[in-house]
């Protein structure tokens, strides 16, 4: 099995950036930083603006192979926080992510 993918991640659906924006930061002063946050939106060009401004990464496409399709505006951020998940989860919430649950390490 792939290490990479052995990794627990909380996901966070925000419905503007904005929001988003402002959960990112709470999360990277939290000591998250710029290579455990990734980000999704519809728009690849706007995705990559987003991905400058707040030092972050793209999601790949193995992390979460089953990427919905995200409406305009929408952005998806993907936390790579190991044994701190209930604190990344609790940041996403603060900001009202709609958050999809978490992934377990493989035993």
């Given at each position: 099995m792939n290490a990479e993918l052995d990794e627990t991640r909380v996901a966070g659906l925000f419905h503007d950036r904005p929001a988003a924006k402002k959960a990112i930061e709470e999360l990277k002063t939290a000591?998250?930083?710029?290579?455990?946050?990734?980000?999704?939106?519809?728009d690849e060009a706007e995705q990559e603006r987003f991905i400058q401004e707040v030092e972050a990464r793209t999601v790949a496409s193995?992390?979460?192979?089953?990427?919905?399709?995200l409406t305009a505006g929408t952005v998806l951020v993907v936390v790579e926080a190991d044994e701190r998940a209930e604190e990344a989860l609790n940041v996403l919430n603060r900001h009202h992510a709609v958050t999809g649950g978490v992934r377990m390490p493989a035993d």
């Open positions: 000591g998250f930083n710029g290579n455990a946050i990734a980000i999704a939106m519809d193995e992390i979460v192979p089953n990427l919905p399709e």
